[in-house]
């Protein structure tokens, strides 16, 4: 299980570098990067300018398809929602394990976001211009993990899940 997390996360962390190289494609008006052929791993890349414009609404689906393979989705890559002035709602698949650098920066619609407890990497400035920004809904199990993957300014907006 170890093995398999660090795979990942040298996956993730590679996405997050540079995409050029790997297989893009876009699906449901969301761009996507197959990041290990074998693996089966694909990440959320960033959209054209025209249409970060109008996103309001981001729902990242658990597995992708795309040329009659299945690929789960476990990264969200750098600046992949950056702009995106309009977003107001984002739900991440419980398999996302990296969020990008700036990969939610200049949201400035974004009101709040829940992250699962699989996530293990946040980039730098991932959530920075959002100033509307008031909560990171996260396990209760996790707030405390989640708050040092984040900048110290951020800390407080981290809070449990209500699950009423």
């Given at each position: 299980m170890r093995r398999q997390l660090a795979v990942f996360l040298l996956l993730g962390l590679a996405l997050c570098a540079r995409a050029d190289?790997?297989?893009?494609?876009t699906k449901n008006g969301l761009?996507?990067?197959?990041?290990?052929?074998?693996y089966h791993v694909a990440?959320?890349?960033?959209?054209?300018?025209?249409?970060?414009?109008?996103?309001?609404?981001a729902e990242i689906p658990k597995r992708?398809?795309?040329?009659?393979?299945?690929?789960?989705?476990?990264?969200?890559g750098d600046g992949a929602f950056g702009g995106c002035w309009q977003l107001k709602?984002?739900?991440?698949?419980?398999?996302?394990?990296?969020?990008?650098?700036?990969?939610?920066?200049w949201c400035i619609g974004l009101e709040?976001?829940?992250?699962?407890?699989?996530?293990?990497v946040i980039g730098a400035d991932a959530f920075s211009s959002c100033p509307e920004l008031k909560a990171i809904y996260v396990p209760k199990e996790h707030v405390e993990r989640v708050q040092q993957l984040l900048p110290k300014e951020l800390r407080y907006l981290v809070k449990e899940i209500n699950k009423n």
């Open positions: 190289g790997y297989t893009s494609f761009a996507y990067t197959i990041v290990s052929e074998k990440g959320v890349t960033a959209l054209e300018q025209q249409e970060n414009a109008v996103l309001r609404r992708i398809w795309h040329k009659g393979r299945r690929y789960k989705v476990m990264i969200i709602y984002v739900e991440l698949p419980d398999c996302v394990t990296t969020l990008g650098k700036g990969c939610f920066a709040e976001i829940t992250l699962p407890a699989s996530v293990c």
